[in-house]
């Protein structure tokens, strides 16, 4: 299933809801498209609530630390929430589960928004 | 399918790597592999055929991406051939090194590597050809460096 997105806002953090697949072509570029439009509203809190991605592959990893490269150099801020088990291995061996903040909590991931 | 071979010669497009997982998926499955073993070769398949078609051939309407699969008593042996201009494993940044985290491309080998018992790459003058491996009843099945 290629990636759907919903965007919602809670206590002015953008809560991107992610189902489906991200990888090469259609879902990352969904994803890529979605976070351009944040940043161009000046929305810089980003939630990427991963719960409901059942596959990532290596260019969907990419995508995700492309998004975290963007926002981060525009003054914001991005996390991940909810990982699946697959998307938490991949994380790990790719080394990248240190370098972005994961949280399993949504009220407490929205707390840590500065 | 012990004993068996399937062969596939497909276009260098996208619908191909779709294509390539899926079919490593019920191959592999039913090769009787668990699920997350099932799960990292149809990954492996995927990204090698990612770079078959981005990175060898181009996407060039001319040149094709062979699959193969092939089970036998001890091992899933799935070859991926493109007709590029070749692989130099060596020029591969390591995705691991600290300067290299934050770049958004250059783990597709890793991964395969990761997820897979043995990984042959080999490139001739007619292009780039990946064996990938997976024991049957090997100690490392379900994977290497996924468990860690």
């Known amino acids: ?27 990352s570029v969904v ?6 439009d944040l940043l161009a509203k000046g929305q810089k809190k980003i939630l990427l609530n991963l719960g409901d991605v059942n596959y990532i592959d290596s260019s969907g990893i990419g995508e995700l ?11 914001g801020e991005l996390k991940l929430l909810n990982l699946t088990k697959k998307v938490h291995d991949l994380l790990q061996i790719t080394k990248l589960y240190t370098v972005f903040d994961v949280k399993d909590d949504e009220a407490t991931a929205i707390k840590a928004f500065r | 399918m012990s004993g068996d071979r399937l062969s596939y010669k497909w276009d260098s497009t996208l619908e191909t790597v779709d294509n390539a997982e899926q ?35 181009a996407y060039d309407p001319e040149k094709k991406v062979e699959l193969e699969f092939e089970r036998t008593d001890q091992d899933l042996v799935i070859t991926i051939r493109d007709q590029g201009k070749g692989l130099d494993e060596k020029k591969i940044p390591d995705p691991l090194a600290p ?25 001739t003058q007619t292009g780039t050809e990946v064996k990938l491996i997976k024991h049957v009843h090997g100690e490392t099945a379900g994977g290497k460096e996924a468990s860690q």
Not at chain 1, 68 to 75: D, F, K, L, M, P
Not at chain 2, 32 to 47: L, N, P
Request: aromatic fraction near 4%.
């Open chain 2, 23 to 57: 079919t490593a998926n019920r191959v592999a499955s039913e090769s009787g592999f668990a699920e997350d073993e099932v799960m990292q070769i149809s990954m492996a398949v995927r990204e090698a055929t990612v770079n078959a078609v981005l990175h060898g051939n």
């Open chain 2, 99 to 123: 300067e290299n985290l934050l770049k958004t491309s250059g783990r597709g080998i890793f991964l395969i590597r990761s997820f897979m018992d043995d990984v042959k790459i080999s490139t």
């Open chain 1, 1 to 27: 299933m290629n990636l759907k997105i919903n965007t919602r806002q809670v206590d002015g953090v953008n809560i991107v809801d992610c189902n489906g697949r991200i990888t090469l072509g259609e879902g």
């Open chain 1, 65 to 75: 630390v492309s998004a975290y490269t963007t926002v981060r150099n525009q003054g």
């Open chain 1, 31 to 36: 994803l890529r498209d979605q976070i351009k």
